[in-house]
């Protein structure tokens, strides 16, 4: 199947600071990417959908100021989590579909992320 | 507003036993349904969908899942479970008609193997 990889898999960094997350669609070319966050123990709460070269749908209650999400090309999107504080810490999962609603998502391995 | 329910936190049963997950949906029309597993260090794997047609899916490693209207529900089976199906389990459907259209979870169902 087509593989979606993130990175960084895990990262700590300081209150204050901001943190740029990857996700790349391998194999494939991905019209649409999701982000999605988890919380241990919880379901994925998705917090934006991004088609490329377009600006970002964000769900209610995400701060896009917050998670800046940008969409440059067909295999690769990022999220920068800015001004990160502790409550920010949290598990960051990327999931790429190539067309519409009947195609498959696929799912990176997602990225840990600890603000200390 | 649609919603996945899914009704059982956790749930542990013995290696070689029958398991039978639990999904009920909220959805005004004809739902798109999914089953996904979660293990740990790995992305979430698909396991089947739900589209139309047969309401008796088939899926990978040994997954089935029935899609009942009368009973909103799109329950995930398995005949006999292994120590490797230990993971968390994630009922899920597709939100909206565009191509913007999203995947909705619901809160999952940790799966643990009594050797």
């Known amino acids: 199947g087509a593989v979606v990889s993130q990175h960084p898999s895990w990262v700590i960094c300081k209150s204050g600071t901001s943190v740029k997350i990857e996700c790349r669609s391998l194999?494939?070319?991905?019209?649409?990417m999701f982000w999605y966050r988890q919380f241990p123990k919880q379901s994925l709460m998705l917090m934006a959908t991004?088609?490329?070269?377009?600006?970002?749908?964000?769900e209610q209650g995400v701060e896009k100021d917050k998670f800046l999400i940008n969409h440059a090309s067909l295999t690769l999107s990022t999220l920068t989590v800015t001004s990160a504080h502790p409550e920010d810490s949290s598990f960051y999962i990327c999931?790429?579909?190539?067309?519409?609603?009947?195609?498959?998502?696929?799912f990176g391995p997602g990225t840990r992320l600890t603000v200390l | 507003a649609q919603s996945v329910t899914q009704p059982d936190i956790h749930i542990t049963v013995s290696e070689g036993a029958s398991l039978e997950l639990r999904c009920n949906y909220s959805y005004g029309a004809t739902p798109y349904l999914f089953w996904y597993v979660q293990s740990p260090g790995q992305g979430l794997q698909l396991l089947l969908k739900y589209f139309s047609g047969d309401t008796l899916v088939q899926g990978i490693k040994g997954f089935e899942a029935e899609f009942k209207r009368s009973q909103s529900s799109f329950n995930l089976r398995k005949p006999s479970v292994h120590w490797s199906d230990a993971a968390e389990y994630f009922c899920?459907?597709?939100?909206?008609?565009?191509?913007?259209?999203?995947?909705?979870f619901g809160s999952g169902t940790r799966l643990s193997i009594r050797p």
């Open positions: 999931s790429a579909r190539v067309g519409g609603r009947y195609n498959e998502q696929f």
């Open positions: 194999d494939f070319q991905a019209t649409t």
């Open positions: 991004s088609n490329e070269g377009s600006k970002a749908t964000y």
């Open positions: 899920a459907a597709h939100q909206g008609y565009s191509s913007a259209s999203k995947i909705i």
